[in-house]
Nanobody
Framework: QVQLVESGGGLVQAGGSLRLSCAASGRALSAYTMGWFRQAPGKDREFVAA???????YYRDTMKGRFTVSRDAAKNTLYLQMSSLKPEDTAVYYC???????????????????WGQGTQVTVSA
């Protein structure tokens, strides 16, 4: 099993940047496909980005160019660098880990077995 703890959320003005962290314990991140999801009030949890176990990132189309996912193997930590933030990016952001995920299932919450507790990101206009 792997345990995930997100951090780095906060309040930022539109156009600003934040870097979220997802610290893992119990097992190496590289054993999993890692995903970032977000959930705004009253909305379903939605896929943001992922990193395949081999280290290749994968993004939701609307996130490309603004969000970057990376991984530090030595720290066993996943990151989500967010820039040019917009008020509509306001949400609780979650990291998740899963195995046996494919290109057709990577955006589904059901594909991930382990979840962090989430970190709040609020973007003010």
């Amino acid at each position: 099993q792997v345990q995930l703890v997100e951090s780095g959320g906060g309040l930022v003005q539109a156009g600003g940047s934040l870097r979220l962290s997802c610290a893992a314990s119990g097992r190496a991140l590289s054993a999993y496909t890692m995903g970032w999801f977000r959930q705004a009030p009253g909305k379903d949890r939605e896929f943001v980005a992922a990193m395949w176990s081999g280290g290749t990132p994968y993004y939701r189309d609307t996130m490309k160019g603004r969000f970057t996912v990376s991984r530090d193997a030595a720290k066993n930590t996943l990151y989500l660098q967010m820039s040019s933030l917009k008020p509509e990016d306001t949400a609780v952001y979650y990291c998740a880990a899963g195995r046996f995920i494919t290109l057709t299932t990577v955006t589904s919450t059901q594909s991930y077995q382990y979840w962090g507790q989430g970190t709040q990101v609020t973007v003010s206009a």
